[in-house]
């Protein structure tokens, strides 16, 4: 568990007990974006309720970065209106967790990316 220290207490909380994750089968806005580089895909569901994003999960095949972004991300945006959604760049996804290792910020970008994907198919 050594290499485990690269991470940041907020990443593993997120990593291993992440925050809405699932489906929501009748989602207004879907999102999914890949990263080739390291083969995570994640996919971000939306549901509104007028201006209010009520419900937000995501789907990842993605590695421990990329679930604790994901997660992350869900928690800055759910009961948020879609103005201040649309406001949530990578850059706050990854303060929000602290410290990502420089070659695990890639996989923390899909999160806010897939984000406003989202809400682009609203
Ligand atoms: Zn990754």
New binding site residues.
């Given amino acids: 568990m050594e290499s485990n220290c690269d991470y940041t207490k907020a990443v593993f909380d997120h990593f291993q007990n992440p925050r809405n994750m699932g489906e929501i089968e009748d989602a207004d806005g879907v999102g999914t974006v890949g ?1 080739p580089s ?1 083969g ?1 895909v994640l996919k971000v569901m939306l549901k509104v309720d007028g201006d209010k994003i009520e419900d937000v999960k995501f789907q990842t095949f ?2 421990a ?2 679930i604790a972004s994901s997660s992350m991300m869900t928690t800055l945006v759910k009961g948020k209106s879609l103005g201040e959604a649309k406001k949530v760049t990578n850059k706050d996804v990854a303060a929000a967790l602290g410290q990502l290792p420089p070659i ?1 910020v890639h ?1 923390s970008n899909l999160a806010a990316d897939a984000l406003q994907k989202a809400i682009g198919d609203l």
Avoid: I, L, M, S
């Fill in positions: 990263n390291c995570d993605g590695c970065a990329a695990k996989c």
